[in-house]
């Protein structure tokens, strides 16, 4: 429920011009989504939607693509500094890190938001990333080796 009410989130604010909470909890209980201020709250935030002028002195909500690509690339920074060596067993993927930098680069892939990764466990030098299938799992590690590349 939660996945297809923000999915909403981010088709209502690309299409309509939406400036308040209280707009959003509108158009989302026209769409049979009943929802609170605080339910609206964290997924807000947990989008990283961000106010940008819509004209005539107002704002609206929108989706920060600027500045999860510059998270992106920072992340991509971590992981290209920290992994050493991937590769993968059906929906499990396992990445080689520097001693002591698993944990950074686990919580680089998890920051960077796959919709494919199911969760990801960090050791001392290894981190086991589950994903929803085997081609899931196929098309991260051929992203993740142009990566380190």
Known sequence: MKSKRQEKIIEIVTNQVIETQDDLITSLKACGFDVTQATIS????ELK??????????????????????????????LK???????????????KTYSGMANAAAAAIDGMGWKEI????????????????????????????????
């Open 118 to 149: 199911v969760g990801s466990i960090a050791g001392d030098d290894n981190i086991f990333v589950l994903m929803r299938d085997s081609a899931g799992a196929e098309e991260f590690v051929s992203k993740f080796r142009k990566l380190l590349k």
């Open 81 to 95: 500094s920290t992994v050493t060596g991937v590769d993968l067993a059906n929906n499990i993927v396992v990445l």
């Open 49 to 78: 939607l961000v106010k940008v002028s819509a004209g005539d002195h107002c704002y609206r909500y929108a989706p920060s693509s600027h500045e999860e690509m510059e998270i992106s690339v920072k992340y991509g920074e971590i």
């Open 42 to 45: 964290r997924d807000i935030r």
